[in-house]
């Protein structure tokens, strides 16, 4: 073919288009491995610090991280009616994916939408955590609209199902030195030991108003407010309050409190 022959430009063009969309996808194909490894190992942190197995701020090298979470008794629950399913694989299952997948997405009510998440997936792993055969903690993944993006994060209960053990939010896009203070670890460590639930069973947990005194009784269920970020304090305050209530965990809790679960057969128990 002439090399003046526009048919040959054509040529190149096209071949040099499908050698480089091989390479990519060749690319894509080998690098997910590495990609998945990295979202276990960076999840393994974040649920790690909430177990209490290990001290706070500990670091431990990411084999050894990733060989505790392994260990760590984790359950698939559906939402919706508090029960335990053994069907699906909470180590691949995607939450966020599962939301907008018509099998497992579900709608949430806009009077019950506190978080702002149109819908929902059905499912979520829960992390149980265990000393001996008592259950120790049980580690609830949370997530909500913060005033400008989404909030994700996990809470830790201690066995009565109310009483806070810690928390994490490690995903936030909220607007630097205000909003995204949520993610301090001296405000966090003030929510161990609130109570999340009244007497009644209502989900009362909540983000100020203001500073709120130790040894007053706002000191139950309120922890300090955010300086200069009450919209995203509020926002925290709505989603904890989805979540705690009758549309997201609260027939889990109520029947884990009313039949406590048993152990696994092989779970982390303790320090390592």
């Known amino acids: 073919m002439d090399n003046n022959d526009p048919r040959k430009a054509v040529i190149v063009v096209a071949l040099v288009a499908v050698v480089c969309s091989s390479l990519v996808s060749a690319a894509v194909v080998l690098l997910r491995p590495m990609h998945l490894n ?102 609830l993944p949370i997530r909500g609209a913060g005033m400008w993006s989404m909030l994700y994060g996990y809470l830790a209960l201690e066995a009565d199902m109310n009483t806070v053990a810690a928390a994490s939010f490690y995903e936030q896009t909220e607007t630097p030195g205000l909003g995204d203070q949520i993610t301090r670890s001296d405000w966090l460590a003030k929510w161990r030991g609130r109570k999340v639930f009244d007497d009644l069973g209502d989900p009362v947990f909540a983000v100020g108003p203001g500073r709120i005194a130790p040894d007053s009784p706002a000191a139950l269920h309120r922890v300090d407010a955010l300086t200069g970020a009450t919209i995203t304090g509020d926002a925290v305050t709505s989603l904890l309050h989805y979540w705690l209530g009758p549309h997201g965990f609260q027939p889990l809790l109520n029947q884990l409190r009313e039949q406590p679960p048993t152990q696994a057969a092989t779970v982390t128990t303790g320090n390592s």
Do not use: C, H
Request: charge should be negative.
């Open 38 to 139: 990295n979202q276990l190992l960076e999840r393994s942190r974040n649920i790690m610090q909430l177990t209490g197995l290990i001290e706070p701020g500990q670091t431990r090298e990411d084999a050894n991280m990733l060989a505790l979470f392994k260990n760590l008794d984790v359950r698939m629950v559906d939402i919706d009616n508090g029960a335990f399913d053994e069907s699906i694989d909470p180590n691949t299952f995607d939450q966020r994916r599962a939301a907008g997948d018509p099998r497992f997405g579900v709608a949430v009510p806009a009077d019950q939408d506190l978080a702002k998440l149109g819908t929902r997936s059905r499912f979520a792993p829960v992390y149980l955590v265990w000393d001996g055969s008592e259950l120790r903690r049980i580690i």
